[in-house]
């Protein structure tokens, strides 16, 4: 199975900062991966696909880049509604794997 | 618009079973799989697998066979996941998911199965 490595585990940022979450794959998953967010008793919601792609409706200060096995989720102009988990999926390869997770906090 | 609505929680004991459902719309059910997903408490989110919603073809992850069961109601647009023979681990938050290119763009709002004694 592709270990996805993700960090940090938790991050406190302030309103306007940018923040950055990291996902390291055990072997090239070749952009073959995405990146959720989900707020505490809420479903995923998609982010990211393709490494790259923004989802539909998502706003503009998200975005995701990288390859090979490092990859990486970007955070521009932090709003308070951008509380939450976020978690990688690689879909290169099945088993379908995530990462443990980054819990974003307001400071 | 594409919605996947889940069954309500459920309260099982160990060895019972338990059914989760989830009932697609907005969408020709058969142009994508059903793929289902565990979210323990406080944790990440394990992929269990999918069902081929043309063919019924399961595909079951390595930690999720045996007890796991995906079937379908194709006339009524709705999955189901069966767990039997309940045990504590299997305490979570059940979500099925449409994946159509292997990311999850369309998600159940999960249902909750508690085991307890």
């Known amino acids: 199975d592709i270990q996805m490595t993700q960090s940090p585990a938790s991050l406190s940022a302030s309103l306007g900062e940018t923040v950055t979450i990291e996902c390291r794959a055990s072997e090239d998953i070749y952009n073959g991966l995405a990146w959720y967010q989900q707020k505490p008793g809420k479903s995923p919601q998609l982010l990211i696909y393709n490494a790259n792609s923004l989802h539909t409706g998502v706003p503009s200060r998200f975005s995701g880049s990288g390859s090979g096995t490092q990859y990486s989720l970007k955070i521009n102009s932090l709003q308070s509604e951008d509380v939450a988990s976020y978690f990688c999926q690689q879909y290169y390869d099945y088993p379908y794997t995530f990462g443990a997770g980054t819990k974003l906090e307001l400071k | 618009q594409i919605q996947l609505v889940q069954s309500g929680p459920e309260v099982k004991k160990p060895g019972e079973s338990v059914k989760i459902s989830c009932k697609a719309s907005?969408?020709?059910?058969?142009?994508?799989?059903m793929q289902w997903l565990k979210q323990a408490q406080g944790k990440s989110l394990k992929w269990m697998g999918w069902i081929n919603t043309n063919t019924g073809k399961t595909t079951y992850a390595a930690d999720f066979t045996g007890r796991f069961v995906f079937s379908l109601e194709t006339s009524a647009s709705t999955a189901y996941l069966q767990i039997t023979n309940l045990k504590n681990e299997d305490m979570a938050t059940y979500f099925c998911a449409r994946a159509r290119y292997g990311w999850f763009a369309y998600w159940g709002q999960g249902t909750l199965v508690t085991v307890s004694s």
């Open positions: 907005g969408y020709t059910f058969t142009q994508a799989g």
